[in-house]
Nanobody
Framework: QVQVVESGGGFVQAGGSLRLSCATSLRTFSRNAIAWYRQAPGQERELVADIRTNGSTNYADSVKGRFTISRDNAKNTVYLQIHSLKPEDTAVYYC?????????????????WGQGTQVTVSS
């Protein structure tokens, strides 16, 4: 069974920074598109950022300029660097380790989610 493990969340004040990590046991990691999602209480899970195998990236408008997604294929890990955190960034952040693109939009595959990591931002 594929393991996907997110880490790095925490409780921070507005304006602070965090770096989230998503480590996976997938041997095909370097050939997979990867994405970060988040889900706030009472809301649907939303796509935050995704990264293709060639390193090209996409971001939700709400996080552009503050979030940076990157990948280290040697470590089977994808990162999400977050700066200038806002209270509305409070959510559980999830990684999907094997998505695909259709019309340039990232779609997650079931079975490749981690358990999530909580990010809480105080005002």
């Amino acid at each position: 069974q594929v393991q996907v493990v997110e880490s790095g969340g925490g409780f921070v004040q507005a304006g602070g920074s965090l770096r989230l990590s998503c480590a996976t046991s997938l041997r095909t990691f370097s050939r997979n598109a990867i994405a970060w999602y988040r889900q706030a209480p009472g809301q649907e899970r939303e796509l935050v950022a995704d990264i293709r195998t060639n390193g090209s990236t996409n971001y939700a408008d709400s996080v552009k300029g503050r979030f940076t997604i990157s990948r280290d294929n040697a470590k089977n890990t994808v990162y999400l660097q977050i700066h200038s955190l806002k209270p509305e960034d409070t959510a559980v952040y999830y990684c999907n380790a094997a998505g695909y693109y259709r019309d340039s939009y990232f779609y997650p595959r079931p079975g490749f989610w981690g358990q999530g990591t909580q990010v809480t931002v105080s005002s």
